[in-house]
Each structure stands twice: as structure tokens, then as C-alpha cells.
């Protein structure tokens, strides 16, 4: 892979001006959105994409998220539907990622979908991330930043240690609010949650008047993210730990005594938006193992576990 000068950008208009060139000559741009930070490229340009695909590492059998600056401009690419509009009306700009089929003339590349008939599709909310959106104007497929199988970033440095020299740039939108990947639903049939994430199921349901099913397992439209070892530190993951054992990195929740603590009163929100950094933070000490106390499996509670599990299996 040819080495690349990443160009560390702040979040101005002059440094989303040049994110926005940069995308519109086929090159790479990290940037951040309410979730975590998006590797992104010019959705519609086949080199760009597939050079996604080789700066994370990934398989390339994982289609991308495609993240626009508006509804209209999701309308052009995927078949809306009122289960759409209802759900946007509810959660967009925000992180719900929903599943559609893809329009014929769309002019996504196929690297995207991954040979699928459907679009990931979702509009941040991150302010950054919508005013490079309006800057570009264009849909932009874009991944987490980070080595494919790795902890997501949350930070601009999580980028730049992950994928310095591999990148055209990164543009520094701070610390992400929500800290964990969007949810995504699948719409193409009976509304279907793919991956938990920062919308709950329960809320998708309440705004839809319909139950949301699960995913079962082994389904052949499998999310990635639903690899089993994904979102991994280099330490061992320890879950459930109501006791430490010696030499442990202890990551904590709720009023215990810790090396960090993803939310001393127990908040889930502020846990999730704390995870990946304090897991980031652990990593490098270099302990052989983090334990994890254990998390509610409620509300987004449900997404930090589904997570913190993938951190933990086998690999
Ligand atoms: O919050 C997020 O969603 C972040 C930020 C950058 O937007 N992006 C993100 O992308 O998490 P990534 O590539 O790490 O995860 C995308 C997920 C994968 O699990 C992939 O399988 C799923 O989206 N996906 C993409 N297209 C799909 C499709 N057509 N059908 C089902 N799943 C799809
Ligand atoms: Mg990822």
C-alpha cells in the first residue's frame, strides 16, 4: 500500500473545504460523527472505496454505511418508504443507520453494498460531520476508523494511531457524544434490528407502532459488526466481574473502586459514551487482562454488552 501524508485537519471551513476536495479526488478523510469516527471516501468512486477496504484491513464482503447531509438526499439513492419517513422524522439527523433497497440509477459503487440489493443509509448529527456533508455534497461510505477487528475511535488521536500514514486526513470534530456505533435496521422487510446501537429497539418500536424483530442468528444478511470477535483491545476482555483479581485492569461501573470508571452513578448513556476511549486508555497500559464489571442489559445498556461481548470472545 502506497504510504500517504495524513494532514491532521481542524473542524473550519477551510478544513472542511479540504476534506471535501480530498473526497472529490478519490482520497481518504476520518472525520466524526455523534457515534464514533467514519473513514470515509466518495461513495460513488470505486478506487476510493476499495481503498477503504484495504487502509482498515477489512474483508471486503462488508458493505458500508452511506451517510448523507439530508433526507432528499437519501430519497435520490435508497426506495423510501412511510416506515422511513417515520423513523427519520423520529431519529435523523441521529444513530440509526436503516436498511433499504437500493435504487437501480442510485450510482453507488458496488464495493458498498457488497453485491446486496439494499443501502445502509444515515444522516449524523454531529455538526461537523453535517457541515462536511454540506461541503461535499455527496454520499459518502464510511466505515469506523479504526484496523478492521479493533476498538472503535472516538477520538481524532484513535484515528491517528490506527491509521497514520495509511489516510489522507483526519478532521478533528472532538470527542464523539454517544461513543458507541449507530443502530441499524433492517426495512427491506418486516423491520429487523441488525445491530444495537445508539437508538434503542424499544424507541424504533414506540415511533413505528410495531414490534422490531431480531436478527436471528446465521441470517445471510449479517452485519459485520456481528462478526463474533470485533471491537477487540489487545488485553483480554474479563465480563461480569463483581471481584478483580491482581494485575487486572479494572473497568468499572456504578460506585466501585476502579482504574476506570465508565460511570460512577450508573448512568448507561455516559457509560456508553465513555467505552471505547476508557478502553482505549486500558489497552495501553498493557495489563494481559481488563475486566469489565457487570452492565445492566437494558436501553443502551443492551448495545454496550452486545460490544463488550465481541471484545471478549475468542479470537
Ligand atoms: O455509527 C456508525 O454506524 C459508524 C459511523 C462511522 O457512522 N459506522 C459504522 O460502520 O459502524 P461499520 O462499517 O463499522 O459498520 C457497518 C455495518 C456493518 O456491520 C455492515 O455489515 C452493516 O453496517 N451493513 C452495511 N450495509 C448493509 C446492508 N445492506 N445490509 C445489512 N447490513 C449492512
Ligand atoms: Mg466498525
Given at each position: ?13 477551510a478544513?472542511?473545504?479540504?476534506a471535501?476536495?480530498i ?15 467514519g ?13 477503504i ?6 474483508p ?7 451517510h448523507?447531509?439530508?433526507?432528499a ?21 441521529g444513530?440509526?443507520?436503516l ?8 450510482g ?21 460531520a453535517?457541515a ?11 466505515p469506523?476508523?479504526?484496523n478492521?477487528?479493533?476498538i472503535?475511535?472516538?477520538r481524532?488521536?484513535?484515528v491517528?494511531?490506527d491509521?497514520?500514514g ?16 449507530s443502530?441499524?435496521?433492517g ?28 436478527r ?17 483491545p489487545?488485553?483480554?476482555?474479563r ?10 485492569a ?22 456508553a ?11 495501553a ?12 442489559d ?18
Amino acid at each position: 500500500m502506497a504510504e500517504r501524508v495524513t494532514e491532521k485537519l481542524d473542524n473550519t471551513e477551510a478544513g472542511r473545504a479540504r476534506a471535501a476536495a480530498i473526497w472529490r479526488d478519490g482520497g481518504l478523510v476520518a472525520f466524526a460523527t455523534e457515534t464514533v469516527y467514519g473513514l470515509g471516501a466518495d461513495a460513488r468512486n470505486d478506487r476510493a472505496v476499495a481503498s477503504i477496504y484495504e487502509a482498515k484491513g477489512r474483508p471486503s464482503f462488508n458493505p458500508l454505511i452511506v451517510h448523507v447531509a439530508s433526507i432528499a438526499a437519501a430519497q435520490e439513492l435508497v426506495e423510501w418508504s412511510e416506515q422511513a419517513q417515520k423513523l427519520a422524522d423520529a431519529f435523523w439527523p441521529g444513530p440509526l443507520t436503516l436498511v433499504l433497497p437500493i435504487k437501480p440509477d442510485a450510482g453507488i459503487s458496488k464495493l458498498v453494498t457488497a453485491g446486496l440489493s439494499t443501502l445502509a443509509i444515515r444522516m449524523p448529527a454531529n455538526p461537523a460531520a453535517q457541515a462536511l456533508l454540506q461541503a461535499f455534497d455527496g454520499p459518502v461510505a464510511a466505515p469506523s476508523a479504526n484496523n478492521s477487528g479493533q476498538i472503535s475511535p472516538t477520538r481524532a488521536q484513535h484515528v491517528l494511531d490506527d491509521l497514520s500514514g495509511r489516510i489522507d486526513a483526519v478532521l478533528d470534530g472532538g470527542a464523539c457524544s454517544v461513543g458507541l456505533e449507530s443502530t441499524i435496521l433492517g426495512l427491506a422487510g418486516t423491520p429487523t434490528l441488525l445491530r444495537p446501537g445508539g437508538v434503542t429497539r424499544d424507541a424504533i418500536s414506540a415511533s413505528l407502532g410495531l414490534p422490531v424483530a431480531l436478527r436471528e442468528e446465521g441470517d445471510a444478511i449479517s452485519a459485520p459488526g456481528q462478526i463474533t470477535s470485533h471491537y477487540a483491545p489487545r488485553a483480554r476482555v474479563r465480563l461480569n466481574a463483581s471481584t478483580w483479581q491482581p494485575g487486572e485492569a479494572r473497568l468499572g461501573f456504578g460506585p466501585v473502586d476502579c482504574d476506570r470508571n465508565l460511570s460512577p452513578s450508573a448512568d448507561l448513556t455516559e457509560a456508553a459514551a465513555n467505552l471505547f476511549e476508557y478502553l482505549h486508555q486500558l489497552d495501553a497500559l498493557g495489563a494481559g487482562t481488563i475486566a469489565v464489571s457487570p452492565i445492566p442489559d437494558h436501553g443502551m445498556g443492551i448495545a454496550i454488552n452486545d460490544r463488550l461481548g465481541r471484545a471478549a470472545a475468542d479470537r
